[in-house]
């Protein structure tokens, strides 16, 4: 069975749509979609209805690419207030051998769980950091082994029902089934991440529109997060104010005529507006790049500090990615600011080449990892549709590839 996926990342600027197929591990994209947002703000949904026009348009372009439709989706929710605990757990391994299944792995995690969620979160991720066979050998892997006993030792990530159920609710009214819940951060973790990232401590920064998130990753682990409520817009404010223009002419500003940093800015490099007294004005790139380094600069700070707030432990690399840092020269402020343990972000899959998508691939890596641990295949589409979609036969639509309910990826028998 193929082993394709779709993703939805709903950010207060555009909501995005990908499906990809994982094919030995590499991630292949077969569709992308977005649409400006409605409804959201700082990443928050506060008007479910308004939502739902972007919601069905990135639908509609993904299965119009396709030829089928999307019944089920990874869900990309806020990290607003989410919470994090080390649990542990254990089970009997049921097999007459004794060899570790797929299946003795779900209900070690299944186990760690109990108790665990507070009765107004809602269960994002389980991620184990370790399993101890017959509560003696630690190994990070334990399928296929002999034991007597599994146990588990794992982060659980919650986060607000507030948050979540929105969102989910909107596809609900979309009868697309939610399949599992991540957090963005995860997702952007996963799009970078290399075997020194997954043995060291670290830090991914996503620079949206309205939110920049700060995450901490002890050996591909996320074990804490924070919000600034600064990202693109902020950069769009102060553009209107200084040069009296609309935030849609402030925007378009920053993503054609600005750079992050002053060193390769021209002042003979300019637009023409009208501004909001009517006037015409001139606004030349060196002027306007002053605005937006400015404000680059203090967000920047402010995720060092954050950073310190965050963890003690040592940091061994910081991933930069998000909308923001798609701007024209930010590896010179990134320097500039921060100057050693860089990593600059660039999302390398071919349809999606811009570091607004990272959540969204991530998120679909993630998943397959988490299905080859438990020895799950998965698909959005059946056997017949993945025929269709091949182009071998047509046959009608079914939906028997669908994987399920939210959370019967954890919980099924």
């Known amino acids: 069975m193929k082993k394709i996926m779709a993703s939805l990342d709903v950010g207060s600027d555009t909501v995005k749509l990908v499906v990809g197929e994982i094919i030995k591990k590499k991630l292949n994209i077969l569709a992308v979609a977005e649409a400006p947002s409605e409804g959201i703000k700082k990443g928050l949904v506060v008007n479910p209805e308004a939502l739902l026009k972007p919601l069905k348009e990135v639908f509609a372009k993904c299965e119009e690419?396709?030829?089928?439709?999307?019944?089920?989706?990874?869900?990309?929710?806020p990290s607003n207030n989410a919470k994090f605990i080390v649990s542990e757990g254990i089970t009997k391994v049921i097999s007459e051998s004794r060899n570790i299944t797929g299946k003795d792995i779900i209900r070690a995690l299944q186990s760690s769980l109990r108790g665990k969620i507070d009765s107004n979160m809602e269960l994002i991720s389980i991620i184990p950091t370790s399993f101890k066979l017959d509560n003696d050998r630690i190994v990070k892997n334990p399928k296929n082994m002999l034991a007597t006993t599994l146990g588990v030792k794992a982060v659980i990530v919650s986060a607000p029902k507030k948050t979540v159920y929105p969102v989910l609710a909107c596809l609900e009214k979309l009868n697309v089934d939610v399949l599992d819940l991540s957090l963005g951060s995860i997702g952007d973790y996963y799009e970078f991440a290399t075997?020194?990232?997954d043995n060291s401590v670290g830090i991914v920064i996503n620079l949206g529109d309205e939110i920049t998130s700060i995450s901490v990753f002890n050996k591909g682990i996320l074990t804490n997060t924070a919000?600034?409520?600064?990202?693109?817009?902020?950069?769009?404010?102060d553009l209107a104010y200084v040069f009296k223009i609309t935030k849609n002419d402030a925007k378009n500003i920053k993503e054609k005529l600005c750079l992050a940093h002053r060193r390769m800015a021209q002042a003979s490099n300019s637009e023409i507006l009208t501004n909001k007294e009517g006037k015409e004005i001139k606004?030349?790139?060196?002027?306007?790049?002053?605005?937006?380094?400015s404000r680059i600069e203090e967000i920047l700070n402010l995720t060092k500090k954050e950073i310190n707030h965050l963890t003690k432990k040592e940091i061994s690399y910081i991933i930069f990615t998000g909308g923001l840092s798609e701007i024209k020269d930010f590896s010179l402020i990134l320097e500039e600011v921060y100057n050693k343990n860089v990593i600059f972000g660039k999302v390398s899959e071919i349809g999606i080449r811009n570091n607004k998508y990272s959540s969204c691939a991530g998120m679909i890596k993630y998943y397959a990892a988490k299905a080859r641990l438990k020895d799950k295949d998965f698909s959005i589409f059946s056997i017949e549709e993945q025929e269709e979609l091949s182009g071998l036969h047509k046959q009608s639509i079914s939906d028997s590839g669908v994987l399920g309910k939210l959370f019967g990826y954890f919980f099924d028998s």
């Not at 690419?65 to 929710?77: A, E, H, N, Q, T």
């Not at 606004?283 to 380094?293: F, G, H, L, W």
């Open 65 to 77: 690419i396709i030829g089928l439709p999307i019944k089920g989706v990874i869900v990309s929710v």
């Open 195 to 197: 075997k020194e990232t």
């Open 227 to 237: 919000i600034l409520e600064l990202g693109g817009a902020s950069i769009d404010n």
């Open 283 to 293: 606004i030349n790139q060196y002027e306007a790049t002053e605005v937006v380094e």
